[in-house]
């Protein structure tokens, strides 16, 4: 599967319709996130389940924004419309993988027991 450009007027509904959503924030500019385009291209291909989304830090600034996005490339996935996962910097192809995979197997009821205790 291709990757998606996520917008503003698409982010939610891909968030919230999908089971599992991983975002690559990103800019032309930007040398990693050049390097780390084509790995998350090869890891998506993998994952024909699995939506992998692209936002342009640049043009869609406000989403930037709104995730406070300070460095890219920043990587996030989505479960369930939960952000499981964020962290910037490039992410080596097999731990990509291995993210993606644990994502999957992780029981969601379980993940939403835990977070209620923690607040």
């Keep these: 599967m291709a990757t998606l450009a996520l917008t503003q007027e698409n982010f939610e509904a891909t968030v919230t319709g999908n089971d599992i959503v991983v975002i690559d924030f990103w800019a032309d500019w930007c040398g990693p996130c050049k390097a780390f385009a084509p790995i998350f291209e090869k890891v998506a291909a993998q994952f024909p389940g699995v939506v992998f989304g692209k936002v342009d830090t640049d043009r869609e600034q406000e989403l ?37 995979e644990k994502v999957q197997g992780l029981d969601m009821e379980e993940v939403r027991k835990k977070r209620v205790e923690m607040q």
Excluded: D, H
């Design 64 to 100: 930037a924004a709104a995730f406070e996005i300070r460095s890219i490339p920043t990587l996030m996935i989505f479960r369930e419309s939960t952000i499981l996962f964020m962290q910037p910097g490039m992410v080596p192809e097999k731990a990509l993988k291995e993210l993606v």
